[in-house]
């Protein structure tokens, strides 16, 4: 008989809990000035604008920038991309990649630490916080407070504000799939569609989830880019580093003391780059995977420099090769030229100017043409072979165009009854087509033929097809 395992007890169970999952503590970040925060306001200012503001933006009387999927068409500043045009986006996508892949190479998570939304909405919410609820100390004093009339009333503001942004959110980025302008009639006027308010409050509550709530828990855990860039970087890339050696041994001091003279570095251990960094960690342990290149702790170390009056940079953006050979800044800077760079560079050179040199050359017409599968071939009366075919016309222009085709490749072809199409602004039609040759000019067999659609009037464009004409 076996002997039954003994069953595990709550204490086990609870311990081995611990042992995977670390319990979340609440990051109370300080708020911080420096050269790095102006950036990433200057950032979060230049992104937001774009996003709350493109799609209110109005180009020949549509919205400049519309992703209409009902229709399958984009429309960007005047121009039409269909599902044909697919490559651009693959392009594009590309060269976000390569973008990114350069810019990880040259100074580590700069898109995380000033680009990416999942920072720029946590410093929106934050920010939002520090008004309403103050900085690092009253935040934590509040939260361990008992719950009274004021904190009610804090909280109930907070979340109020964050509410009002994230739903704004939502419905910008809804307005970027429907025209924004009727969709905003529709929400003053409570007519919203059913598909309309699931993703603006779907898009708006992740955001309060996201921007609120989880924060560094999205850059440590949820993001895959957190685990893969460091297969990017090399010791040449220029990332968030403390200068142990400058720094070590770490202490507290007396006034106008020569920290050598005590055997000490120029860490005056105020753990102030702790308290400032959004992810909560403390970048004299090392580089770590979770910090996301903010700057902060640059920014509020050197601020301590200031203080302590000694010079700025124990916290700063540097290579590991930089650090380990002393390299001036004239040095870092020669090295960030170097193999991987120039080749990421080239590449987003070349893709760039495919993307734009096929944008510019795009066809405003577009001409498809496949064989009719149930009428190859047949004679016809008055003496013609007649071959059937499917014509898709497309014209991306926003003018309503007449297209005139024509045929060419064997004596006497010709189009047969209709050979002249409407084909109004943005639109793509599929229509028969029919093409004859007289029996007597054709032996049997399969001729190579051109089909040519060209527009009337003033500037003229065309497209053209080859396929094969059958004679029976
Ligand atoms: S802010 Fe600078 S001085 Fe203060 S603990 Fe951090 S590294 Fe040391
Ligand atoms: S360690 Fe510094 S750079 Fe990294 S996330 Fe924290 S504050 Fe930002």
């Keep these: 008989m076996n002997a039954k395992a003994p069953e595990p007890s709550e204490d086990d169970i609870s311990a081995s809990e611990e042992w995977l999952y670390e319990v979340r503590k609440k990051i109370y970040s300080r708020a911080v000035t420096g050269w790095f925060n102006n950036w990433r306001v200057i950032m979060v200012l230049l992104t937001q604008a774009l996003f709350y503001g493109l799609p209110w933006l109005q180009w020949d009387g549509r919205q ?9 068409k984009f429309y960007f500043f005047g121009m039409i991309l269909w599902p044909q045009d697919v490559i651009f986006l693959a392009l594009l996508l590309i060269i976000s990649a390569y973008g990114l892949f350069l810019f990880t190479a040259i100074a580590g998570r700069l898109f995380c630490g000033y680009a990416c939304p999942q920072t720029v909405y946590t410093e929106i919410f934050m920010w939002i916080e520090r008004k309403v609820e103050g900085d690092r100390l009253a935040r934590i004093r509040l939260d361990g407070a008992d719950w009274n009339a004021r904190k009610i009333g804090k909280k109930t503001l907070k979340h109020g504000l964050w509410a009002a942004v994230a739903l704004w959110t939502g419905f910008t980025f809804v307005g970027y799939f429907t025209p924004i302008i009727a969709l905003a009639g529709q ?11 699931f993703w603006i409050l779907f898009y708006g509550f992740a955001t309060y989830g996201n921007a609120g709530f989880m924060r560094e828990q999205v850059c440590k855990y949820m993001c895959p880019y957190a685990r893969f860039q460091s297969v990017m970087i090399d010791k040449d890339t220029l990332v968030v580093t403390y200068d142990t050696e ?16 005590e055997g000490k570095g120029d860490c005056v251990d105020c753990s102030i780059c702790v308290q400032v960094c959004p992810t909560g960690i403390d970048i004299r342990d090392g580089l770590q995977y979770m910090c996301i290149g903010c700057g902060a702790c640059v920014d509020a170390c050197d601020q301590v420099m200031d203080k302590v009056g000694y010079p700025r940079g124990l916290i700063r953006y540097s290579s590991e090769n930089a650090m380990k050979n002393k390299w001036t800044k004239r040095q870092q800077w020669a090295h960030l030229f170097r193999p991987r760079i120039l080749i990421y560079t080239a590449l987003l050179i070349v893709m760039v100017s495919l993307f734009v040199g096929g944008l510019a050359t795009r066809d405003p017409l577009k001409m498809n043409v496949m064989r009719d599968r149930g ?11 007649e071959n059937v075919y499917q014509i898709q016309l497309m014209n991306t222009t926003e003018k309503s165009r007449k297209i005139r085709v024509e045929v060419k490749g064997l004596e006497g072809l010709a189009v047969h009854e209709r050979d002249l199409y409407e084909l109004p ?13 007289p029996v007597d000019n054709a032996k049997k067999g399969i001729y190579k033929i051109e089909i040519t659609a060209t527009s009337q009037g003033d500037q003229p464009i065309s ?8 004679v029976p």
Excluded: M, Y
């Excluded at 602004?425 to 028969?432: G, R």
């Design 375 to 385: 009428v190859l071939s047949r004679e016809i009366p008055g003496g013609l072979v």
């Design 187 to 197: 929400v003053i006027s409570a007519s919203l569609g059913p598909w309309q308010t």
């Design 425 to 437: 602004a943005s639109t793509n039609i599929l229509e028969p087509l029919e093409v004859t040759v």
């Design 64 to 72: 400049a920038v519309l992703l209409d999927l009902s229709t399958r």
């Design 463 to 470: 497209a053209s097809s080859k396929t094969t004409f059958i």
């Design 246 to 261: 400058r720094g070590e041994p770490r202490g507290k001091r007396g006034k106008n003391v020569d920290p050598r003279s």
